[in-house]
């Protein structure tokens, strides 16, 4: 329940940055200066959120291996990959000018 929780967080928060970003690109001058670093908290603040998601997911499923003799599937290889991109995109966002 609570890597949902987060997961839902990161997803709110991802949209959220890049609308910021690209008001960041449109915006005149004198705007441009009041939310320099909102994308950029919003981009650190989801990749946080993915952090923990990612974490309690695959600290869930581990659990779940132990009782059922299960393995770990498709689903958290693809959590693994999209924190990845979660991180590559926090870093770009970051050193935006």
Known sequence: ???RIFIIICCI???????SILTNIFVNEKLKKRIYLLPKILATASFINGIIAVRLGIGMAEDVIKIRNAVIGESCILAI???VLNLVGAVITCFMA
Not at 13 to 19: E, T
């Open 13 to 19: 928060l991802a949209p959220l940055s890049v609308i």
């Open 1 to 3: 329940m609570a890597a």
């Open 81 to 83: 990959v999209a924190l």
